[in-house]
């Protein structure tokens, strides 16, 4: 235990993954162009990706669609085989030792199943007590806790094709947990889910990593899970990492600021707004909305909020104004836009 | 040792939910009997028509028949013996395969056991009552002797061994081709044919049965059918069986290969 607290139990180093693509051209006459094309494309769906993770750590791994997340966690789980780069589980190669890997991971992947279609869940979890070789009192330990937490008594018995989303994810974790996997990887448990059904699973999610210390490595698109559940955060965008640190400190750095939406009554252009904020103070952005609406950005240390709101509606002709604070969801979709300013 | 016993208990747990899986369509198995039914009907009326009017057939009637119906019931060509090319091929163009590839246990092992699960299934439900129906309906025969019976039975087995190895190499396919219902087709129809499900080798033109006794097809269907009837006997039915179980070891060394090269491919459709 000593010596494996000092080595993270996750490393990936200059991870990259390149997929060959064909080139496909539209319509029918390039349809059959297709049968004998060889105009491939590469597409790195992973470049250079390195990061540690320490055991027992809930690290939220996100970014925007395509970003390459869902590739990275084939390549932790040893399925997909990297172009660049290395990955160590928990002391092994996981595309060598596959097999081996496999038995100290637990993975859900929320838009698949893993859970057999046509037969109750019941059933699926016989058949990874047996897949596992879980020790039967481990199995009924596991099952009997989970079966409690995630409230699955009303539905053992139900085909899984009967079961609704939220049903059927509750049944995926239990499925990927009976083993006591040391390592989770949760690949968007919580797509698609109502707020209820999402809550009961970070409910679950968050005791499993306080309560057995389970590395969990999250990835999904909803605020909301990261919020609440992780620390750390590491964000990835075409491929790239763009930023590996505590969520606290994205929010330190971008939470500060603050935005008034106001609408104007005649043309005033976005330009002349700027150049007249100008003179108030420094670090103003002027954005306008679609709507016509116009956002000015500020941070309030530098220019108190009733100073700015004073001048604009003492020099414009306002017919709405608002100051906002700027929550996590902007500053993702601000940092998914434009990526890291720092 | 505890290895092998946990292995063996995975691999059984594999073919028991692949038995509830199939035990969950039970309508499908009527379906299943009613259509080789009517392919056996088919084939009984063609081969009676063929044989009445025709001075060149080297076969009995009554062996013609049994062979046809007989090929019919226990045939591999059937639409719901497509399970390891649908679970790899499909598993491949739809990423389905990603859950099969998280499990503590080799690949093609895990599809052998959930393919012999089903095959067991589709054996009780369909191909046995299809045969019954057979017996008593066309009047097709018991087994040659004693000793064909036995070289029957194990005869299918070397025969499952070697579809279950065809299959696997054509759901690997998928991984060059990502669609792979075209080389299904061509497997049946090569089944049918080359196999000798629908017109036993016994009747091929000499250089051409030559051409299928070479191939590996033959042990899929001619070779348990020739042993029931009295075709192939005594040494022979035992030579036979070992020629399909040496195909069968060399398809599995082959798809082994295939295997670990496509493995290094894998692109998982979608997300």
């Known amino acids: 235990m000593t010596e494996s607290s000092t080595v993270p139990i996750i490393r990936a180093t200059h991870l990259g993954k390149t997929f060959r693509t ?78 081996r890997n496999s038995k100290k991971i637990g993975v859900v992947f929320g838009q698949r199943t893993q859970l057999i279609w046509d037969i109750p869940p019941g059933d699926s979890f016989e058949l990874m007590r047996k897949m596992y070789a879980i020790p039967q009192v481990r199995y ?22 009967q079961l609704s989303l939220g049903q059927r994810m509750r049944c995926e974790l239990a499925a990927a947990l009976l083993h006591d996997p040391k390592i989770v990887y949760l690949d968007e448990p919580t797509i698609g889910l109502d707020v209820v059904a999402k809550e009961r ?9 306080q309560e057995r210390g389970t590395t969990i490595l999250l990835t999904t698109h909803d605020i909301t899970d990261i919020e609440r559940l992780c620390q750390r955060v590491i964000i990835i965008d075409k491929g790239h990492l763009i930023y590996d640190g505590a969520l606290a400190e994205i929010k330190r750095q971008y939470g500060r600021l603050r935005r ?22 420094n670090g103003l952005q002027t954005q306008t909305r679609d709507d016509g609406s116009v956002v000015v950005s500020f941070d309030p240390q530098q220019v108190p909020a009733i100073t700015l709101t004073r001048h604009i509606v003492n020099n414009y002709p306002v017919s709405d104004l608002a100051v906002e604070e700027v929550d996590l969801e902007s500053i993702i979709r601000e940092i998914y836009q434009q990526g890291i300013v720092s | 040792m505890t290895g092998l016993v946990e292995g063996l208990q995975r691999q059984i747990a594999i073919a028991m939910a692949a038995i509830k899986q199939e035990l969950a369509y039970r309508f499908e198995f009527f379906t299943a009997i009613l259509g080789a039914l009517l392919m056996t009907a088919l084939l009984y009326y063609l081969w009676t028509a063929i044989s009445h009017n025709s001075t060149s057939i080297q076969m009995s009637y009554q062996a013609l ?69 057979a ?18 039975v194990v005869s299918l087995f070397g025969a499952f061994f070697l579809i279950f190895s065809v299959d696997f190499m054509i759901g690997l396919m998928g991984f060059w081709t990502f669609n792979i219902w ?50 192939i006997q005594g040494n022979s039915i035992w030579l036979s069986i ?24 894998i692109e998982i459709q979608g997300g």
């Not at chain 1, 043309?267 to 003179?279: I, K, M, R, V, Y």
């Open chain 1, 201 to 209: 699973i970070r409910e679950f999610i968050l005791r499993l990593n």
């Open chain 1, 260 to 281: 008034v939406v106001f609408s104007v009554t005649d043309h005033t252009t976005p330009d002349s707004l700027s150049l007249s904020l100008a003179q108030i103070g």
């Open chain 2, 65 to 133: 028949i049994t062979y046809v119906c007989l090929g019919q019931a226990f045939s591999f060509a059937r639409p719901g013996q497509r399970r390891v090319m649908m679970r790899i091929g499909g598993g491949i163009r739809n990423g389905h395969i990603l859950i099969d590839l998280i499990r503590p246990t080799d690949y093609q092992m895990l599809t052998f056991s959930d393919t012999c699960g089903a095959y067991l299934m589709e054996t009780l439900f369909v191909s046995l009552p299809s045969y019954l129906l």
């Open chain 2, 182 to 231: 075209g080389f299904g087709y061509a497997k049946i129809a090569i089944l049918d044919i080359l196999g000798g499900t629908i017109i036993p080798l016994s009747l091929f033109p000499d250089w051409l049965r030559s051409i299928a006794l070479a191939l590996p097809f033959q042990g899929m269907a001619y070779t348990p059918l020739a042993i029931y009837i009295g075709t």
């Open chain 1, 22 to 99: 064909l080139r496909r051209k539209p319509g029918f006459v390039g349809a059959i162009q297709n049968l004998f094309s060889t105009d491939y494309e590469e597409i790195k769906a992973a470049d250079n990706i390195s990061f540690d993770i320490e055991a027992g750590e809930l690290v939220g791994y996100i970014g925007p669609n395509g970003a390459g997340k869902s590739t990275t966690i084939k390549m932790l789980t040893g399925i997909l085989h990297p172009t660049a780069g290395e990955v160590v589980v928990d002391g092994l190669v996981p595309q060598r030792e596959r097999v």
């Open chain 2, 135 to 152: 017996l008593l309906v066309f009047g097709i025969s018991l087994p040659a002797s004693s000793q064909a019976a036995v070289g029957f």
């Open chain 2, 242 to 265: 070992l020629n399909q179980f040496a195909w069968g070891v060399g398809l599995v060394l082959l798809t082994r290969l295939i295997w670990l090269r496509a493995k290094r491919r």
């Open chain 1, 140 to 161: 009924k330990a596991n099952l009997q806790e989970f079966i409690e937490m995630l409230e699955l008594h009303q539905f053992m018995t139900r085909p899984v094709r």
